[in-house]
C-alpha cells in the first residue's frame, strides 16, 4: 500500500485499468479513486432472496433467476425494432422486452442462465419485464475479463451492486474494481463528522457507509450506509452556508440612505403598471439597500416575471445616491440585450449606461474601462468579462448577478471585487430557476429571498403542441400564417452540425431549407454558439428590432432572451432537452400580450421517459410543477444547475424528498458553528476536512 493513495489518485493507478478503460470509465465522469467510491449502485440484485417465476404478479419489483428459452427480434410499425427474450425456471415462464437493442441478443442465447430485475407488468396474459437491468450468470459476456471472474464471491449470494454502466465497461469487472478500490482504503478513509454528531443521529462510521453502499451484507447495511452518505451531502453544504451567512452578517455596506426621485421617475415613464410582486420584492431590496448591512438576496421568479425592472429599480436607487451598479449576465447574447433595454430605459433619465462583453473590441474596451475607473458609468452591463482583474468600479455599491444558475457559486462571490472602496458592494442574484423551498435552502441557504410570484395581468397563455410523426407540414403553415400576421417565430434545434450516427435536427442544415423552401416569404437567420460575438449581437439585434422574422438558433437563446413580438417557437428533437431547459426556451415567447404557440416536433419513437417528459411539458406551464417533475425525474443531481452551482451534486440525497433530512442537517451546522465558530475543535478540523473535500478551492475559510 503506497502512503499517497487517497481519494484524488487517479484511476489507472488500480489494477486492470488500461488505456481503454481509462477511457470508458471517463465518459461515467469517473477520474479519480474518490470518483470510483461516489458512482453508487442504482440498485442491487437481491440474490439473497429471488422469486419463482410461476409466484411473480404485475406491479412486484422483483429478481429472477432462470434460463433463456427462446429470444427473438422483430420490427415494429413505427420503424424501430422490438427484443424479446423468454425465461423460464421450473414455475414458469416470463419475458423481457427491449426496444432497438439489437446487440444484446446475441448475449441472450438460448440456455444461458440468467438473472433479471425489474418491475413486472402484464400483456395479454403474459408477464414481462420492460428494460430489465440483468446479469448473464454464466458465460460472462466477452467484455466481462480475467480481473472481473476473480472477484467472482462478489457476485453471487448477497445483494450485488448493480452500477451505471457504458460501453466497454461490464458489471462483473466494474464491481471488482471498486471492491479493490474499497480493499486499498481499508483503515485509510478519514471520518469527516464529529463523534457526538454521529452518535446524536445514530450514523454509520463513513468508512464502514461507503464500503457497505457497494457491498451491503443486508439491506439493513445499505439503508444505514444510505442514510449516512445522503447525511454528508446535506450536512456539509449547510455548514458552507452558515459559514458564508455568517461573513456576511458581519459586512458593513455604503449606507444609502438619502434616496432620490430617479426611480419614481422611471416607474412613471412605464407604459404599465409594477405588478404587485414586483412591487413588494423591489421594496425589500431597497430596505436591504438602507440598512448599513451587505445584502445577499436573492431574487426569484418565473421567466416573463419581469425581474429586469426590480434590478434596474434597485441599480437606480443606488445610482441617484452617487454609487455605481453593475448587472453581470451568464451569455453574451443576453448581457448585449441587458445593455440595449437598459440604456432605453435609462437615457431619458440622463444615466450612463455601458456593455462589456468578451469581444467589445480592445479600444473601446479601454475607454470604457476608463470612464467606469472614472466613475462616468453609473450602470455597467456584461459577461464574465466584468470581473477581470483590470475593472475597477471606484465607487461599486451593488452587483446584480443574472440568471444565477448559470454561474458557479465561486463567481457570485467574485462579481464585487471590482469596488475599491473597504465596504462590501450588496449583491442581488436572480434566477428564473423556481426552485422547491428546500432545495433554495440547500443551495441558496447564505442569501436572503424575494419572490416574484406573479406574472403581468395582460399575459395571455402560450400552448404548447406535440406533434409525433407527420403534422411537420401544418406546424410550418402554421407558422406562416403568425409571419403573415406581423409577429416572429424561433426554431430550435438540438445540435449546430449533423453528427454521425445521430438523427438529430441541426441547426446550420435546417436554416438553408427553412430559408429556401419553408419560408421563402421571410428573412430568416440562424444563431448558434460558434458564431462570432459581433456576428451574434448583429443577429440578435436585428431580430429584436423585427428586421428579422424568424431565427432559426440552437439553445443559445436559452435564457433571457427578450423580444414580446415573437409568439411562435418550434422546438426539433424536444426530447433531447430537459425539462427545464424546455421550460427557459419556451419562456422566451408570449412575453407581449398576445400569447403564442410551441410546438414540439418530437421523434416519432420515443423512450418512454422522454415521452413522459415531453408530455408532462406540454400540460404544464407552471415553473415550479415543472421543477418538481424535473427533480421527481432526474434528481437533483443534474437538474437545475445543481452541479454547476459549485457543489460536488446530490448523488443519494435529494433535498426534494427528504425535506427533513434538510432540517436536521441545517440545525446541526448551525448549532456546531454556535459552538465552535472556526471550526477550530478537534471534532471540528473533522467538520473542516469534509468541507475541504466536498468544496475544495473555495471554502470562506481562513486556514490555519
Ligand atoms: P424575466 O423575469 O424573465 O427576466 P423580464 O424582466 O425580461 O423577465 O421581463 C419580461 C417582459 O415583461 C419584458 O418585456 C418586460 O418589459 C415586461 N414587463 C415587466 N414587468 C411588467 C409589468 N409589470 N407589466 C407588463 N409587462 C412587464
Ligand atoms: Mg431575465
Known amino acids: 500500500m503506497k502512503p499517497d493513495f487517497n481519494l484524488d489518485t487517479p484511476v489507472q493507478f488500480l489494477k486492470t485499468v488500461g488505456p481503454a478503460r481509462m477511457r470508458a470509465l471517463a465518459r461515467l465522469d469517473i477520474h479519480t479513486v474518490g470518483d470510483l467510491l461516489a458512482h453508487y449502485p442504482r440498485r442491487y440484485f437481491d440474490r439473497t432472496s429471488t422469486v419463482p417465476i410461476g409466484r411473480i404478479l404485475p406491479g412486484q419489483d422483483v429478481t429472477i433467476q432462470g434460463e433463456v428459452l427462446t429470444s427473438g427480434e422483430r420490427r415494429t410499425r413505427r420503424g424501430g425494432s422490438l427484443q424479446t427474450v423468454g425465461i ?9 422486452i427491449w426496444f432497438n437493442q439489437s446487440y444484446l441478443m446475441k448475449q441472450f442465447r438460448s440456455g444461458r442462465k ?12 403474459k408477464k414481462q419485464i420492460a428494460h430489465p437491468d440483468f446479469e448473464i450468470l454464466e458465460n460472462p459476456s466477452d467484455d466481462e475479463d480475467a480481473a472481473g471472474k476473480a472477484g467472482a464471491g462478489l457476485h453471487t449470494g448477497r445483494m450485488v451492486p448493480v452500477y451505471g454502466l457504458s460501453a466497454g465497461i461490464g458489471q462483473h469487472w466494474l464491481r471488482a474494481l471498486v471492491d479493490q478500490a474499497l480493499g486499498r482504503f481499508s483503515g485509510l478513509l478519514s471520518e469527516i463528522l464529529p463523534a457526538t454528531l454521529r452518535t446524536e443521529r445514530g450514523l454509520v462510521g ?36 452558515a459559514l458564508r451567512r455568517e461573513a456576511h452578517g458581519s459586512q458593513a455596506a455604503v449606507a444609502l440612505d438619502k434616496p432620490g426621485d430617479l426611480t419614481a421617475r422611471l416607474v412613471h415613464g412605464l407604459p404599465f403598471e409594477l405588478t404587485s410582486a414586483q412591487r413588494r420584492a423591489s421594496a425589500e431590496i431597497l430596505a436591504d439597500l438602507r440598512s448599513g448591512r451587505a445584502m445577499h438576496r436573492l431574487l426569484q421568479g418565473d421567466v416573463g416575471s419581469g425581474k429586469t425592472l426590480v434590478a434596474l429599480i434597485a441599480a437606480l436607487f443606488v445610482i441617484e445616491q452617487g454609487y455605481q451598479a453593475l448587472l453581470m449576465a451568464p451569455t453574451e447574447v443576453l448581457a448585449v440585450q441587458h445593455g440595449r433595454t437598459l440604456r432605453q430605459l435609462c437615457e431619458p433619465l440622463g444615466i450612463a449606461v455601458e456593455t462589456l462583453t468578451g469581444s467589445t473590441p480592445a479600444a473601446e474596451r479601454k475607454a470604457i474601462l476608463d470612464s467606469a475607473a472614472a466613475g462616468e458609468i453609473d450602470l455597467l452591463v456584461g459577461t464574465h468579462a466584468l470581473i477581470q482583474q483590470d475593472v475597477r468600479i471606484p465607487r461599486l455599491a451593488l452587483s446584480i448577478v443574472d440568471e444565477q444558475h448559470r454561474f458557479g457559486v465561486r463567481q457570485r462571490g467574485k462579481s464585487t471585487e ?57 406546424v410550418w403553415q402554421a407558422c406562416r400564417r403568425e409571419l403573415a400576421a406581423g409577429r416572429q417565430i424561433f426554431v430550435i434545434h438540438p445540435v449546430i452540425d449533423e453528427t454521425e450516427g445521430h438523427d438529430l435536427k441541426a441547426a446550420t442544415v435546417e436554416f438553408e431549407k427553412l430559408e429556401r423552401e419553408v419560408f421563402p416569404d421571410a428573412r430568416v437567420a440562424l444563431l448558434h454558439g460558434r458564431m462570432k460575438g459581433p456576428q451574434k449581437d448583429e443577429t440578435m439585434a436585428a431580430f429584436s428590432s423585427g428586421e428579422i422574422q424568424v431565427l432559426v438558433a440552437t439553445t443559445v437563446v436559452e435564457v433571457g432572451i427578450d423580444v414580446p413580438n415573437a409568439t411562435g417557437m418550434v422546438i426539433h428533437n424536444p426530447e433531447r432537452f430537459g425539462l427545464a431547459q424546455l421550460h427557459q426556451l419556451r419562456g422566451r415567447i408570449g412575453r407581449g400580450d ?36 424535473d427533480l421527481r425525474q432526474r434528481g437533483p443531481g443534474d437538474a437545475w444547475g445543481v452541479r454547476q452551482s459549485g457543489s460536488p451534486g446530490f448523488r443519494l440525497a435529494n433535498p426534494l424528498r427528504d ?19 472556526g471550526l477550530r475543535s478537534a471534532e471540528g478540523e473533522r467538520i473542516r476536512r469534509g468541507l475541504q473535500e466536498s468544496f475544495r478551492g473555495f471554502l470562506p475559510l481562513q486556514s490555519g
Not at 423460464?88 to 423481457?96: A, I, P
Request: proline residues 4%; hydrophobic residues 40%.
Open 88 to 96: 423460464g425456471d421450473d414455475t414458469g415462464v416470463m419475458f423481457c
Open 114 to 125: 440468467v438473472m433479471v430485475s425489474g418491475t413486472v407488468t402484464a400483456r395479454n396474459g
Open 418 to 474: 471590482a469596488a475599491e472602496t473597504d465596504l462590501q458592494a450588496h449583491v442581488l442574484v436572480m434566477s428564473a430557476t423556481p426552485i422547491p423551498r428546500s432545495l433554495a435552502l440547500t443551495l441558496y441557504g447564505d442569501l436572503d429571498l424575494s419572490l416574484i410570484d406573479e406574472l403581468p395581468a395582460h399575459r395571455k397563455p402560450v400552448v404548447t403542441e406535440l406533434v409525433q410523426g407527420d403534422g411537420e407540414q401544418q
Open 594 to 629: 398576445q400569447g403564442g404557440t410551441c410546438w414540439l416536433l418530437a421523434d416519432r419513437y420515443l423512450a418512454e421517459d422522454s415521452y413522459r417528459r415531453i408530455r408532462f411539458f406540454s400540460e404544464h406551464t407552471d415553473g415550479f410543477a415543472l421543477a418538481e417533475e
Open 659 to 677: 425535506a427533513e433530512l434538510v432540517r436536521l442537517c441545517r440545525q446541526d451546522a448551525r448549532k456546531w458553528l454556535e459552538s465552535d465558530p
Open 206 to 241: 463513513r468508512e464502514q457507509a461507503v464500503r457497505e453502499i457497494h457491498f451491503p451484507p443486508r439491506k439493513a447495511a445499505q439503508e444505514a450506509a444510505l442514510r449516512r452518505l445522503a447525511y454528508d451531502e446535506i450536512f456539509f453544504i449547510q455548514v458552507l452556508m
